[in-house]
């Protein structure tokens, strides 16, 4: 099986398991966090590590022996040709690869310290703490509300109508949908479905969103709303985004992570150094337009 095929699907399925006193315990049962930003370049702290890195589906390599620390309140960006494992990576952080039986993860992924591999660690609770956005977009067959709403009810939190306003206005589709919030959210453009689905990633304020190619069916003007939106959104959160556009992770992003074919990571820096001085010859290659 390829990364190509692996289901968009948000199921959650509990792990189970008794509670221990570890690093983060908040990752065995569902904690809201803390707010609080130091916003682009801030602490520069590490949430997210990665070490020795190696994902199978079946007998194929999607990831081959990655090790990266993804700074605090930033925008990573993940490049690199089709198939070459961002997608793959990008599902490590939550465990959405735990839903592929086929699926084998070696080596380690820390957030803020704790393994989230560890056997007391409760997926469903990790996934409340990292969101995600898929490619294809993928509502709910609820209203436009209770997409919206979905995510606060399931952590307990209070539902209001000024959160589903303000989750909707920053994925830039409140506009849209304001005079239809009851009608199906499955009833709405592939473009508009995407921006309902950042917009339900939103509201429960987790603290790492994924986005996994967050623009692609979306036109000029709205996927340059989203770029902006993306911005703000780093105030408060992480962001780790795939995207194919070049552009896009030199306009968006701090750190550019580069991915080429066999899962291989062949560079990870600051973003202005990676698109205008890059260690690696087959990078500047990459990024030039000679192959991918």
């Given amino acids: ?17 008794e509670t221990r006193s570890d690093p983060d315990d908040s990752l065995v049962r569902t904690d809201v966090r803390a707010t609080g930003s130091t916003g682009h370049g801030g602490s520069n702290e590490t949430v997210v590590e990665t070490r020795d890195l190696d994902v199978y589906y079946g007998d ?7 090790s990266m620390e993804i700074p ?6 993940l490049i690199g040709p089709s198939g070459c494992g961002k997608s793959t990576f990008l ?57 919206v ?5 399931v952590q307990g939190r209070d539902v209001t109508e000024d959160r589903i306003e303000e989750s909707l ?13 009851d009608e199906s959210g499955l009833a709405l ?54 995207t194919h556009n070049m552009q896009q992770a030199a306009r968006i992003s701090d750190k550019t992570a580069v991915f080429l074919t066999g899962g291989e990571l062949v560079e990870f820096d600051d973003t202005t150094t990676v698109f205008e001085n890059p260690d690696d010859d087959r990078v500047e290659d990459y990024i030039t337009g000679k192959f991918g």
């Avoid at 605090?72 to 960006?77: G, I, N, S």
């Avoid at 709403?149 to 009810?153: K, Q, R, V």
Wanted: net charge negative.
């Fill in 1 to 17: 099986m390829s990364q190509n095929d692996v289901p968009d699907t948000e199921a959650q399925t509990n792990a189970g398991g």
């Fill in 60 to 66: 194929e390599r999607a990831i081959d022996d990655v």
């Fill in 72 to 77: 605090e309140h930033q925008v990573t960006a």
């Fill in 91 to 147: 599902r490590c952080v939550n465990r959405m690869n735990d839903l592929i039986d086929v699926a084998r993860v070696e080596g380690t992924i820390t957030l803020r310290g704790t393994d989230i591999y560890d056997s007391d660690v409760d997926p469903v609770a990790l996934r409340r703490k990292v969101g995600m956005v898929f490619q294809k977009p993928n509502p709910f067959p609820k209203s436009i509300r209770d997409n």
């Fill in 149 to 153: 709403a979905y995510g606060l009810e």
């Fill in 169 to 181: 206005r920053a994925a830039a589709l409140w506009e849209e949908v304001k005079d239809q919030l």
């Fill in 189 to 242: 453009s592939g473009g508009q479905q995407q921006r309902l689905c950042i917009a339900r990633a939103i509201a429960p304020d987790p603290e790492i969103v994924l986005m996994d190619e967050p623009t692609s069916a979306l036109d000029p003007v709205a996927a340059s709303k989203i770029e902006d939106l993306i911005d703000e959104l780093v105030e408060d959160y992480t962001v780790v985004i795939v």
